[in-house]
């Protein structure tokens, strides 16, 4: 009988590559992953791994075993949950990796019923934005992503995850409310913006790019970015006391900030979709699928009470 640890060991290896790398996943030593390949192989009777240099690199049979491995213990996952779904229990840990706006007005307004439906239920999350969160939902370190996306970058898709467009928002300009811009209610042109300060979240992430290539296709000019935060709260400042300009989302409700204008963009119509990822089939687990219909429904409120942001994709 095949051990689920050693075949959890040796898929990790297949995903991440190096001893080191798993050992870090895991939490064990280096010896100690190599000690448990070397029992598997001894289970299985033929060699999983072969040394290439300093490398490790699964063989042939070891390409087989982990591509089992990996719906082997997805199996006796799912399994567990469902013997206590089974009892009419949901539990277990579900881990979530979403942006600040998708976990504000989304999971967050979801959370005290599930707390209250599903007592046994964990969630783990984490306000993040990095490039590399779809790549860890496909290592399983994390179960659930809420991302951002624009249609200008949308994120390419994967056969191994499943995406679903829970909302799509308007983007506008914020603008001090001393601004030139600001006098009336009209719709300000990219171009006009070229000599202004800007504030925008960290390089790297979804919202900089957009403002970047924006500022380049619509208004012919690269902006000049003097702030840097992934908190809105800083970036309201930024723009109220420190005089940048920036392109906010809808449900940023940037028309509740003191010291802030709102106005459309005459020019551009910018959009950013609310994201939600999983990995393909993860809503077998209960865990995961009442943790996705509770953020549908939630995603279904928030619309009704913003008519302005569209349910799905327009």
């Not at 800007?198 to 000019?221: K, P």
Request: charged share 25%; proline share 5%.
């Amino acid at each position: 009988m095949l051990d689920l640890g050693r075949l959890r060991v040796l898929r990790e290896l297949k995903l991440r590559g190096t001893l080191g790398a798993v050992a870090e996943a895991l939490g064990y030593t280096p010896s100690a992953v190599s000690q448990q390949l070397a029992q598997l192989q001894k289970d299985v009777g033929v060699p999983l791994v072969e040394r290439v240099g300093r490398r490790l690199r699964l063989t042939e049979p070891g390409e087989v075993l982990a591509e089992h491995a990996e719906a082997l213990l997805a199996r006796a996952e799912r399994a567990e949950e469902a013997a206590l779904a089974a009892s009419g229990r949901v539990a277990g840990v579900v881990r979530i990796v979403g942006f600040q706006t998708a976990l504000l007005h989304v999971l967050g307004p979801a959370l005290p019923h599930l707390a209250e439906a599903y007592p046994d239920l964990t969630l783990d999350v984490v306000d993040e934005e990095f490039h590399r969160v779809l790549h860890a939902l496909v290592l399983q370190e994390i179960d659930v992503v809420l991302t951002d996306e624009y249609a200008q970058l949308p994120r390419p898709r994967r056969p191994e995850l499943s995406s679903e467009v829970l909302i799509t928002e308007l983007m506008r300009v914020v603008l001090p409310q001393d601004h030139p811009l600001a006098r009336d209610g009209a719709p300000v042109r990219m171009a006009d913006l070229a000599g202004c300060s800007w504030a925008s979240t960290h390089i790297g992430t979804n919202h900089a790019d957009l403002i970047e290539r924006a500022c380049v296709e619509y208004g012919g000019f690269r902006p000049n970015v003097r702030y840097r935060s992934n908190d809105l709260l800083v970036v309201f400042q930024m723009v109220a006391r420190g005089g940048a300009v920036c392109l906010v989302p809808d449900l940023a409700f940037a028309e509740r900030q003191d010291g802030i204008v709102v106005r459309e963009l005459a020019d551009a119509r910018l959009h950013r979709r609310m994201v939600l990822w999983t990995r393909a089939g993860a809503d077998a687990r209960p865990s995961v699928r009442v943790l996705l219909k509770e953020l549908r429904r939630s995603a279904d409120a928030l619309v009704e009470l913003r008519p302005t942001c569209v349910r799905g994709t327009p």
